[in-house]
C-alpha cells in the first residue's frame, strides 16, 4: 500500500498500466519443468527400489531448487516506472528519472537501467519486444528522461532495443495478416 518516500509512484490507473503477457506461461512452464523432473527421479529411484523419505526429500529439493532458477520474474510498467518482482524481491526504476540504460553481455543479453534514485532493473530485453504496451510505457519515460537531461549514457541501446521491438511487431503483424 505505502510506498518508500524515495521511490513516489504515479497512481494506478487501469489505461496507464501493462505487464508482460507470457509470464502466466513461463510460470506454468517452470512448474511443470520442476515437477517433471522431482517425478522422474522418484519413479526412477522407486522402479529401482533404493527410495527413502531421505532420498524422497532429496529428488523434491532438486525439483524446488530447478523452480527456483527457472522461476520467471514478472515485469510491469505504467507511467514513469518499470517494476520487476522475483521470488526474493520487488525492484521499481522510474523510468521518467533514468540517468543510465545498458546492454549487459553474456550467456544471454541483459537490459540494465538505473534511475537518479540508485535504483536498478536488469532485464531480458525479449519481454520488451514481445510487450510492446510494455515497451511504450517505458520508452515514454526514456523520452522524458532525455528531455530532463538526466539520461547521460544509454541513448544508442534505447535505440537498438526501439529497432528491434519494431522489427517483432512487424514480424507478427505480417505472420497474422498471412503475408510471411
Same mark, same amino acid.
Given at each position: ?5 524515495? !521511490?513516489? &509512484? ?26 517433471? =523432473? ?6 526412477? $529411484?522407486?522402479?529401482?527400489? @533404493? /527410495?527413502?523419505?531421505?532420498? +524422497?526429500?532429496?529428488? +523434491?529439493? /532438486? ?13 510491469? +510498467? ?6 520487476? #518482482? ?5 525492484? #521499481? ?14 550467456? @544471454? ?5 538505473? $534511475? $537518479? ?5 536488469? =532485464? ?22 532525455? !528531455?530532463?537531461?538526466? =539520461?547521460?549514457?544509454?541513448?544508442? +541501446? ?7 521491438? !519494431?522489427? &517483432? ?12
Amino acid at each position: 500500500m505505502g510506498h518508500p518516500a524515495s !521511490e513516489p &509512484e504515479p497512481p494506478d490507473r487501469p489505461d496507464s498500466s501493462a505487464e508482460d503477457r507470457h509470464w502466466g506461461s513461463e510460470l506454468r512452464d517452470a512448474t511443470l519443468c520442476a515437477l517433471s =523432473l522431482a517425478s522422474l527421479l522418484t519413479l526412477v $529411484d522407486g522402479a529401482a527400489g @533404493s /527410495l527413502t523419505w531421505p532420498r +524422497a526429500l532429496l529428488w +523434491a529439493g /532438486l525439483g524446488a531448487l530447478l523452480y527456483v532458477i527457472l522461476f520467471p520474474p514478472r515485469v510491469r +510498467a505504467g507511467d514513469g516506472w518499470l517494476e520487476q #518482482r522475483t521470488l526474493l524481491r520487488t525492484r #521499481r526504476v522510474r523510468t521518467d528519472r533514468l540517468v543510465s540504460v545498458r546492454w549487459l553481455d553474456g550467456v @544471454s543479453q541483459r537490459l540494465l537501467l538505473r $534511475d $537518479d534514485h540508485g535504483v536498478r532493473v536488469e =532485464l531480458d530485453p525479449r519481454v520488451l519486444t514481445r510487450n510492446p504496451d510494455l515497451w511504450q510505457l517505458v520508452d515514454a519515460g526514456a523520452r522524458t528522461s532525455v !528531455e530532463r537531461g538526466l =539520461l547521460r549514457c544509454g541513448a544508442t +541501446a534505447l535505440r537498438q532495443l526501439s529497432r528491434r521491438v !519494431e522489427s &517483432e511487431t512487424a514480424r507478427v503483424l505480417f505472420r497474422i495478416s498471412g503475408m510471411k
